[in-house]
């Protein structure tokens, strides 16, 4: 479904004073390939600052790979004019750690979710029946009252933001959903909720997503396949469970090791 053969992204940035020529270049991304298949999970883990988010950035076509192949159901991304990528950016669709900040505070939930569908399907922005049962099949579907369709982000608790969040993400058909840190900033009892409700998602939609987490107990919980980045490289990949019972790599032990109890446990 994706997949993505020795990316790299690197930055230009200058070296020293205002006035120098010197480039130094920071190799964010450095030569990724992966592949996701229809209706996988995959656990993307790694410290702060190892590349994830550009990686997903590079993938989602906001920032241009410097170099490297990214195929999305057979169509290469990286080789189609502005115009062209742009045609695909439906397709991927974010959640975020902060549904707050992902959110118009100004925007009724029918309005953000509606905004969302009709960006897929246009012709329902003159059908308000249907696009009202697009929005209640949306809202019941991620655990959502519709009866709340006209009240706005600030009216619902933090996990329930995340389900708007969530079903906004889901709005415009993507094939492929990024969730960079989702339950993060949620209480560890809302957590399972939300990442239960991202594994009904999965059974039921097939979706297929990738899932960002520095917490590796929630990756567990939820990824077919992890992969382990480390300075802009994939140090290791692998079924869940092979990953955790038996790492390869002496970053990814590190990683296991700053979490005893998952030891224990495996
Ligand atoms: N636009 C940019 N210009 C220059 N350097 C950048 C740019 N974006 C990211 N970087 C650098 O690339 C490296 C990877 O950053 P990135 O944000 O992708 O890491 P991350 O793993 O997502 O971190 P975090 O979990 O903190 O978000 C960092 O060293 C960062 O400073």
Not at 69 to 89: A, G, P, Q, Y
């Amino acid at each position: 479904m994706l997949e993505l053969k020795d990316v790299k992204t690197h930055f230009p940035i200058k070296k020293g004073l205002i006035f120098t020529k010197q480039v130094d270049t920071v190799k964010a991304v450095n030569g990724v390939t992966l592949s996701i298949a229809d209706g996988e999970i995959l656990g993307l883990v790694g410290e702060s600052g190892c590349g994830k988010s550009t990686l997903s950035r590079t993938i989602m076509q906001l920032i241009p790979a410097t170099e490297g192949e990214i195929t999305l159901e057979d169509i290469n991304l990286t080789s189609l004019r502005k115009n062209e990528v742009r045609k695909h950016r439906l397709d991927f669709q974010m959640i975020f750690q902060d549904p707050y900040a992902s959110l118009n505070p100004r925007m009724t939930v029918f309005s953000t979710l509606s905004e969302a569908i009709t960006q897929r399907h246009p012709k329902l922005r003159k059908n308000k029946t249907k696009l009202t049962e697009a929005v209640i099949t949306l809202m019941e579907r991620c655990g959502l009252d519709p009866s709340f369709m006209q009240k706005y982000p600030h009216e619902f608790s933090g996990g329930q933001r995340q389900r708007i969040a969530i079903a906004r993400a889901l709005a415009p058909e993507p094939k492929l959903i990024i969730a960079d840190e989702p339950v993060s900033a949620l209480d560890v009892s809302i957590q399972s909720q939300i990442l239960n409700l991202l594994l009904d998602l999965r059974r039921d939609l097939n979706l297929t997503m990738i899932f960002i987490s520095h917490d590796l107990s929630v990756v567990r919980y939820l990824a077919d396949n992890i992969a382990v980045m480390h300075k802009g490289e994939i140090v290791e990949y692998g079924d869940s469970e092979r990953v955790f019972n038996q790492p390869e790599h002496a970053y990814t032990k590190r990683l296991l090791e700053a979490i005893p109890h998952l030891l224990t446990e495996a």
